[in-house]
C-alpha cells in the first residue's frame, strides 16, 4: 500500500443521485445504450482461500449494482492456477455470498470453461504475429523488462517465424517441455510507457492437474490473457476491480479488443480496497495464520474472514451497513475496525434478545430472604422493541453476581456494591451490603447483604434513588457455560505495513476463556448456533457452534461501549 488516506464516512463519497462513482459510470452506458442497454457484472474469486470482509466489499457492489440497475452478476470461479486452488474453497465462497443475502441464479462459470476458446484466440494470435514463445528463464525475462524509465530489451526469439511459435505452443501443451522452460509471449513493445504491454506472458506451462480439467491442459492462461476474455465471453459488461489493477487496465482492453466490437464491449472500472486496522487482509497471511495454528482455522472468530466474522457473531446487515458507510472511492484507505464494531453494535441493539449473564462470579448471600423461597422476576426481552416481551427469572436467597461488582476498599466514585452501600439488583430488590466471607488466604468467598422487601421492581419503594444497578443470577438455577472473550488479533494499527514478520505483531491477549460463566436458566433452554444476544451490562454475545446442552459456549462480539460514536461526538 503506498499512500494511506484515513477516510470516516463514505457516504460523502455519493453524488446528488445518491450514487457511488462507479454506479454513476454505469448509469452514464446504461443511458448512452451502450452494450445494448445491457448490464451485467461479475464477481471473480480465485478458489484458493476463504473470502474476507474485503472480498464482501467488492461482492457487494457487483450484486448491489446489478439489482440497483436491474442487471445480472455472475459468479466466476477464477480457475486459472491448479497449483493452488481447491473445490474446498468454491463451496465456503458459494455458502458465503449466500449468507450476505446475494445470488448468481444459473450465472455460475468458471474461467476453466474458456480453456479451449482462449487457447485458439492464443493460436490465433500467433498466426497474426501477436505471439511468440519464449524460452528463456523466468529471471532472464525479468531482467530484460527494464524499468519504468528504461527501456526493455527484446528477446532473442521476438522474431520466431510464426510456424515454429505454433509448433512450440502446440508441444507445450502436450507436455513435451518442462514447467519454466517457456512460456507464450504477447508481442507488443518492449518499450512502452507501461510496463504491462512490453512482453506480457499469456501462457505457462503447469503439470499439475486441475481439479476441473484434468489433465487435458499443460499450459494455463495468466490472469491478464483470461481475464478481459473470459469478461467477453459470459457477455459482462462491467468488469468492477480494485485500484491495483488501474495499469492492467490498458492490457485488458487490449486484449479484449481482440474479440469485441461497438455492439459489446466489457470495461474495467476500479475502486479502492478496504484495508481494516488491527486486521492483515492478505490471503497469502490468512493461510499461514490458519496452516500454522496461531489460530483456530479459517473460522476463528478473530480472523476478518466472512466464516470468521459470522462466527464472531457479526450480521450480515452488519457488514453491509459498514461498506455501505465507508462507501468506494478512487483512494486507498486504511478503515477503522470501531466503524465495523459500530455497525454491528447498533444492529444488534435493535435485534438482540437481552439475557442475564455473569461472567466472573462470586456469591452473593441475602441474609433476611427466606431460604428455600422463589420469586419470578420478569425481565424485559428489549427495551429498544416492546414487542419482544419478556421472559421470567428466578430470584432467590442465592445469587451470583460479578467479581468486579464489589470492592472492599471502594474509591470515591465506585458506584457499585461495597460494605454498608446500596445497589439495585435489575428487576429485583435494592440490597445493602452488611459483610464478606473470606477463606483462610483472604480471598473473597461471598458477599453478605439484605434486601429491601417494599423496593420490589414495581413497587412503590422501588422508585428510591440508588445510584447503581447489577445485574445477576439466581444460584440454585444457573447453568455453568464458558464464554471467549476475544480482542483484536494484532496489536498494531496497520500490521499489513510493516516490513518485519507479522506474526510478530499477533496480540497475545487477542483470546481469554472464561470457563464458569453462569447463565439465567430461560437462555439455557434456547440455545442455537449463530443467535445473537445482548449480555446485560457486558456486550454482545453469540451461540458458538461448539455448545451443547451440558457444555454451552458463547463468543464475544463486541462490548457495549462504542468508542466510534464517542469519537465521533467529539
Ligand atoms: P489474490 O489475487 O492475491 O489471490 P485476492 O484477495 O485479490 O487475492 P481474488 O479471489 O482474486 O483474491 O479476489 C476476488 C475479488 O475480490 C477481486 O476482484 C479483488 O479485486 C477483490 N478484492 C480482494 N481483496 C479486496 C479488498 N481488500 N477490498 C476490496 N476488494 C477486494
Ligand atoms: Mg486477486
Not at 470461479?77 to 497449483?83: E, G, I, R, V, Y
Not at 472473550?485 to 516490513?499: H, I, K, M, Q, T
Request: proline content about 6%.
Amino acid at each position: 500500500m503506498e499512500e494511506i488516506k484515513e477516510t470516516t464516512e463514505g457516504k460523502e463519497s455519493l453524488n446528488e443521485s445518491g450514487l457511488n462513482f462507479v454506479e454513476q459510470e454505469i448509469a452514464n452506458d446504461l443511458a448512452a445504450g451502450k452494450n445494448g442497454g445491457r448490464l451485467n457484472t461479475r464477481f471473480p474469486p480465485e478458489p484458493n482461500g476463504y473470502l474476507h470482509i474485503g472480498h464482501a466489499k467488492a461482492f457487494i457492489m457487483d450484486f448491489g449494482a446489478a439489482e440497483k440497475f436491474g442487471g445480472t452478476c455472475n459468479l466466476r470461479f477464477d480457475d486459472t492456477n491448479p497449483q493452488k486452488e481447491d473445490m474446498e474453497y468454491v463451496n465456503a465462497i458459494k455458502e458465503d455470498i449466500h449468507w450476505l443475502g446475494y445470488d448468481w441464479g444459473d450465472r455460475l462459470y468458471y474461467a476453466s470453461d474458456y480453456f479451449p476458446q482462449l487457447y485458439d484466440l492464443a493460436v490465433r494470435m500467433i498466426k497474426e504475429g501477436k505471439a511468440y514463445v519464449d524460452e528463456q528463464s523466468s529471471e532472464e525475462i525479468a531482467r530484460q523488462k527494464g524499468t519504468p524509465t528504461q527501456p526493455g530489451e527484446a528477446s532473442p526469439y521476438r522474431d520466431r517465424p510464426v510456424e515454429e511459435n505454433l509448433d512450440l505452443f502446440e508441444r507445450m501443451n502436450k507436455g513435451e517441455f518442462e514447467e519454466g522452460s517457456m512460456v507464450l509471449r504477447a508481442k507488443i513493445d518492449m518499450a512502452s510507457d507501461n510496463m504491462h504491454f512490453r512482453d506480457p506472458i499469456m501462457y505457462r506451462i503447469i503439470k499439475t492437474p486441475h481439479w476441473r480439467t484434468g489433465d487435458t491442459w499443460k499450459v494455463y492462461p495468466m490472469y491478464d490473457f483470461a481475464h478481459g476474455q473470459s469478461d467477453y465471453f459470459e457477455g459482462v459488461t462491467h468488469s468492477i476491480c480494485t485500484l491495483e489493477f488501474v495499469p492492467h487496465r490498458p492490457l485488458y482492453e487490449y486484449f479484449v479488443k481482440e474479440l469485441a466490437d461497438e455492439s459489446y464491449c466489457p470495461r474495467q472500472i476500479e475502486f479502492n480496497r478496504l484495508n481494516l486496522t488491527y486486521t492483515v487482509m492478505s490471503k497469502r497471511k490468512l493461510l499461514q495464520l490458519v496452516k500454522e495454528g496461531l489460530v483456530n482455522g479459517w473460522d476463528d472468530p478473530r480472523m476478518p474472514t466472512l466464516k470468521g466474522l459470522r462466527r464472531r457473531g457479526y450480521t450480515p446487515s452488519s457488514i453491509k451497513d459498514f461498506v455501505n458507510r465507508i462507501g468506494y472511492t478512487r483512494y486507498e484507505a486504511l478503515n477503522h475496525i470501531e466503524l465495523l464494531e459500530h455497525s454491528v453494535r447498533e444492529d444488534l441493539n435493535k435485534t438482540a434478545t437481552r439475557v442475564s449473564v455473569v461472567q466472573n462470579p462470586v456469591k452473593l448471600i441475602l441474609e433476611n430472604y427466606p431460604e428455600g423461597k422463589t420469586e419470578i422476576m420478569t425481565m424485559e426481552n428489549n427495551p429498544e422493541n416492546p414487542a419482544e416481551g419478556s421472559h421470567e427469572m428466578p430470584f432467590t436467597r442465592e445469587l451470583w453476581i460479578e467479581r468486579d461488582d464489589f470492592m472492599e476498599n471502594p474509591p470515591k466514585k465506585f458506584f457499585r456494591l461495597s460494605p454498608d452501600k446500596e445497589v439495585r439488583l435489575k428487576g429485583a430488590y435494592i440490597i445493602k451490603c452488611t459483610g464478606v466471607e473470606k477463606d483462610s488466604d483472604g480471598n473473597i468467598t461471598a458477599i453478605r447483604a439484605t434486601y429491601d422487601p417494599d423496593s420490589r421492581s414495581g413497587l412503590p419503594g422501588a422508585d428510591r434513588k440508588v445510584k447503581g444497578t447489577l445485574h445477576w443470577v439466581s444460584v440454585p438455577t444457573a447453568v455453568d457455560a464458558e464464554i471467549r472473550d476475544y480482542d483484536r488479533l494484532f496489536s498494531v494499527e496497520n500490521p499489513g505495513a510493516y516490513e518485519g514478520d507479522f506474526r510478530d505483531l499477533i496480540n497475545p491477549e487477542s483470546l481469554k476463556i472464561r470457563e464458569h460463566a453462569k447463565i439465567e436458566p430461560w437462555l439455557a433452554e434456547r440455545l442455537k448456533t449463530g443467535d445473537n444476544y445482548q449480555f446485560q451490562r457486558l456486550g454482545y454475545y453469540v451461540v458458538d457452534k461448539d455448545s451443547t446442552a451440558e457444555h454451552p459456549v458463547f463468543n464475544k462480539t463486541v462490548g457495549l461501549k462504542d468508542s466510534w460514536a464517542k469519537a465521533m461526538k467529539k
